[in-house]
């Protein structure tokens, strides 16, 4: 407040000297909303800073940089934080699918698919293939790009969407 009263500094600084009290009002007001049960987890890009990760785990995160995809994928299964463990499956499911078995297969093309093919919308915080195209074609009419290179994107982005991902 630009000129708080004589009032407000006095509770102001009643509130400061008071920890248990600030406690009990964060814990009041965390109560009034209480966080939905059956509201779908939200997206672990969006977990991401949602607190720190042991020492053990960034021990076994240091192992996974240095190791064959065997061992890292074993890693992933130890790790203690369930961010780190998602996305290293996401990994080991770019960079190595031949470790996945068929069901983990099927869930990873299945989480693709749904990802490149989701619509251009703000909710969509990802390249999608209609976003990809639709950047492609904005690129197309700037001109200042190399169309050749262009076309060698479009040539990809059909081959992946041929593959279904």
């Known amino acids: ?21 600030r406690t009990r009002v964060g814990q009041a007001l965390a109560a009034r909303f209480p966080e939905d049960p059956a509201a779908p987890t939200p997206p672990v890009e969006k977990q991401i800073y949602g607190g720190f990760y042991s020492h053990a785990d960034k021990a076994l995160l ?15 299964a130890t790790l203690e934080d369930l961010r780190l463990r998602q996305l290293g499956r996401r990994l080991v499911a770019f960079h190595a699918p ?3 078995s ?18 251009d919308v703000p ?15 904005d690129i197309r009419g700037d001109g200042g790009i ?19 991902g």
């Open 123 to 137: 909710e969509t915080k990802w390249t999608s293939s209609d976003r990809a195209r639709s950047a492609l074609a």
């Open 98 to 100: 031949e470790m996945l």
């Open 102 to 119: 068929a069901g983990e297969c099927g869930q990873y093309q299945a989480w693709l698919r749904e990802r490149w093919s989701a619509p």
């Open 1 to 21: 407040m630009p000129a708080p009263s004589a009032e407000q500094l006095r509770r102001a600084e009643a509130i400061a000297n008071a920890p248990e009290f």
């Open 62 to 76: 240091a192992e996974f940089q240095r190791v064959y995809w065997r061992r890292r994928q074993e890693i992933v």
């Open 146 to 164: 190399d169309l050749r290179l262009v076309s060698e994107i479009e040539l990809y982005l059909q081959r992946f969407e041929a593959s279904d």
